[in-house]
C-alpha cells in the first residue's frame, strides 16, 4: 500500500513539472476549432466519407503543427491576435446554416477559422509558416467545387451512362441508352450526378492533394495520386451503375445498391485501391519516419487572449455538443399570398391547405421531402373556371411523378394518368387528363425555372457559379450552391377547345410570378 501511494506521489510530482506554456495552448486551441467544425460538418453534410476525410485533414494538420512545434516563431501581437481572435469566435457565433442549402461561407468557415489561428499564432509577419495548412485548407472545398463544375460542363451524367452501356454490353446483356438513361432487362435508369464518378472523384482528389501538401515523402511521382483518382472512381462508378442498372426490378435491392450503404462500400473499395497502390509504390516500400527531436526553445508566457479564445472555444464545443439543433437554421415558414394576379383571370376564392404530417415509410431518407404550406387559388375567365394549386416542399429532388404517389392525401389531388412532358420556355411541364380535366403541373425552383424529373431539378444546383449576377447573394447566404427547395404547382382546366393552350399560357404568367417571388431562404 506504501509503495503504492509513493508511485501515485511520482508521478503527480513528474505530472506537475509539465507547464501550461504558450505552445500546448495553441495546440489546444486548434484541436477545439477541429472539433467545432467537425461537428458542424456531420450536422450539415450529414455524409461519414467526407466527415471522416475532414477529420483525417486536421488530425494531419494537428501532427504536423505537433511535430514543428519547436521550429515555429510564435508571437502574440495587436492588432493581429484581435483580428485572429473576430476569425475564429465570429463565425461560430454567428452559425446558422441549413441542412444540404450549402452557401459559399459554409465552404470556407475551416479556411477562415485557419487564418485566425494563424493570425493568433504568429501575427501578420509569421503567417507563412502556416501557409501549407492553409493552402490545403482552401484546396479541400474548392475541388468539390471545381469538380462538380467541371462534371456538369462535360455532361459527366451522360458519359457514364454511356460507358454504363458498354460494360453491360460487353457482359452480355441486351442494353442500351438515351441520354442519362440506361435500359436493360426490362428495366431503366436515370443516371444522375451522385451517381457518377463524382463523389469518388472528389474523396481521391481530397486524399492526393493532402498526400502531396503534408506527406511528400510517401510519393514517387507527384501526378500518381491524380492518376489514380481518375481512374479508379471512372471504374468503380460504372461498376456500381452497371449493379444498379441490373437489380432496378428488386427495389430492395436496388436501395441498398443505390443508397449509402452500397454507395459506402464502393468507395471503402476505392480507398483502400488507393491507398495500397500508393504504398507499393512509395520510396522503399516504407512509411515515412517521423521527424527528429529537435531540443526545445524557450517557450513565451501564455497571452490573457488566448486563454479568453481556449475558454470561448470550450463554451462554444460544449452549447454544440449539448444542443442537436446549435449551429443549424430554423425551418423557414413560409405562407402563400391570399392572391396572386393572373392577366385574363379573376380571381374568387383563396384558401390555404391543411397539410397532414403523413410519412410514406418507404420513400428513401435520403429523398425524404414535405410539405411545408399550400395554397388553392379558384379564377374565372369567360364561363371557365381554373384551379390552381401550390405547395411549398422546402427539400426536395423536383421528381414530379413521385409527388402524386407521395402525397397522395392532398386534398382532390388526380390520379397522374399517362403524363405527356413538354417543353417550355422556361423549362419543362408535364400535361395530363382525366374524364373532366386538363391538368398542367411541375415544380418550380428558386431560379424560377420549371422542372418534372429529378436531372432536370438538380441540373441547376451549381448553376450560380456560372452566374456573376448571383456570386454576391451566394457569399451573403440569400443562395445556395446546392437549393433544393421547390414550388410544387398544379393546374387544372375544364376541358375545351384550346383549353391544352390557355393552360400553358397562364403557367407561363406565374413563372414569371415566382421568379421575383420566390420563398426566401431564410426569415
Known amino acids: 500500500m506504501l509503495q503504492m501511494m509513493l508511485t501515485i506521489k511520482r508521478k503527480i510530482q513528474r505530472f506537475s513539472t509539465v507547464k501550461l506554456n504558450y505552445t500546448f495552448l495553441l495546440l489546444f486551441i486548434f484541436g477545439l476549432i477541429s472539433a467545432i467544425n467537425l461537428t458542424l460538418y456531420w450536422r450539415v453534410e450529414q455524409n461519414f466519407n467526407q466527415w471522416f476525410l475532414e477529420l483525417t485533414l486536421y488530425g494531419s494538420i494537428l501532427w504536423h503543427l505537433y511535430q514543428k512545434r519547436y521550429d515555429l516563431t510564435l508571437v502574440s501581437l495587436f492588432p493581429a491576435n484581435f483580428i485572429g481572435c473576430c476569425l475564429i469566435i465570429i463565425p461560430y457565433l454567428n452559425a446558422n446554416f441549413s441542412i444540404q442549402e450549402i452557401s459559399i461561407?459554409?465552404?470556407?468557415?475551416?479556411l477562415i477559422t485557419s487564418v485566425g489561428f494563424a493570425l493568433l499564432a504568429s501575427g501578420f509577419q509569421g503567417i507563412k509558416q502556416f501557409r501549407r495548412y492553409l493552402v490545403i485548407t482552401a484546396i479541400f472545398p474548392?475541388?468539390?467545387?471545381?469538380?462538380k463544375l467541371l462534371g456538369i460542363l462535360i455532361k459527366i451524367?451522360?458519359?457514364?451512362?454511356?460507358f454504363t452501356s458498354f460494360l453491360l454490353w460487353y457482359l452480355g446483356f441486351d442494353s442500351s441508352t438515351q441520354g442519362t438513361l440506361v435500359y436493360v432487362n426490362n428495366g431503366i435508369i436515370d443516371v444522375l450526378s451522385e451517381c457518377t464518378a463524382i463523389p469518388l472523384l472528389i474523396l481521391l482528389l481530397k486524399v492526393s492533394f493532402l498526400l502531396i501538401i503534408l506527406f511528400p515523402s510517401f510519393l514517387k511521382n507527384i501526378y500518381l495520386p491524380f492518376i489514380l483518382s481518375v481512374v479508379i472512381s471512372g471504374v468503380f462508378s460504372v461498376i456500381r451503375l452497371a449493379i444498379i442498372a441490373l437489380v432496378v426490378t428488386d427495389k430492395p435491392?436496388?436501395?441498398?445498391?443505390?443508397?449509402?450503404?452500397?454507395?459506402?462500400?464502393?468507395?471503402l473499395l476505392s480507398f483502400l485501391l488507393f491507398g495500397i497502390i500508393i504504398l507499393l509504390?512509395?520510396?522503399?516500400?516504407q512509411i515515412p519516419s517521423s521527424p527528429s527531436k529537435v531540443t526545445s526553445h524557450k517557450s513565451q508566457p501564455l497571452s490573457y487572449s488566448n486563454l479568453i479564445i481556449g475558454i470561448s472555444l470550450i463554451i462554444i464545443l460544449s452549447n454544440f455538443s449539448l444542443h442537436t439543433s446549435a449551429g443549424l437554421s430554423k425551418a423557414t415558414v413560409?405562407?402563400?399570398?391570399?392572391?396572386?394576379?393572373?392577366p385574363g383571370w379573376q380571381l374568387t376564392a383563396s384558401e390555404p391547405v391543411s397539410v397532414s404530417q403523413k410519412q410514406n415509410k418507404e420513400i428513401e431518407a435520403d429523398n425524404k421531402q414535405e410539405i411545408l404550406s399550400g395554397q388553392i387559388y379558384h379564377?374565372?375567365?369567360?364561363?371557365?373556371?381554373?384551379?390552381?394549386?401550390?405547395?411549398y416542399i422546402p427539400s426536395s429532388l423536383g421528381d414530379i411523378r413521385s409527388y402524386y404517389g407521395q402525397f397522395s392525401y392532398l386534398p382532390d389531388l388526380p390520379k397522374l394518368i399517362k403524363p405527356l412532358e413538354k417543353v417550355n420556355p422556361k423549362g419543362h411541364h408535364l400535361q395530363f387528363s382525366s374524364e373532366e380535366n386538363h391538368y398542367l403541373t411541375a415544380c418550380i425552383n428558386s431560379m424560377g425555372k420549371s422542372t418534372v424529373t429529378i436531372s432536370q431539378f438538380?441540373?441547376?444546383f451549381y448553376r450560380p457559379y456560372l452566374n456573376p449576377s448571383q456570386w454576391l447573394n451566394l457569399l451573403n447566404g440569400k443562395q445556395t450552391i446546392r437549393d433544393r427547395r421547390c414550388v410544387w404547382g398544379q393546374l387544372s382546366l375544364a376541358k375545351a377547345e384550346r383549353s391544352d393552350a390557355e393552360l400553358e399560357a397562364v403557367w407561363q404568367a406565374l413563372l414569371s410570378y415566382w421568379q421575383g417571388n420566390f420563398p426566401k431562404l431564410k426569415n
Open 105 to 110: 461561407f459554409w465552404y470556407f468557415l475551416p
Open 142 to 147: 474548392l475541388v468539390e467545387i471545381l469538380v
Open 157 to 162: 451524367t451522360v458519359i457514364s451512362a454511356k
Open 253 to 267: 435491392a436496388f436501395n441498398y445498391w443505390h443508397g449509402s450503404q452500397g454507395g459506402d462500400i464502393f468507395a
Open 281 to 285: 509504390l512509395s520510396p522503399n516500400h
Open 334 to 342: 413560409y405562407h402563400f399570398p391570399q392572391q396572386i394576379p393572373l
Open 379 to 391: 379564377y374565372q375567365s369567360s364561363g371557365q373556371s381554373l384551379t390552381v394549386n401550390f405547395y
Open 458 to 460: 438538380t441540373a441547376y
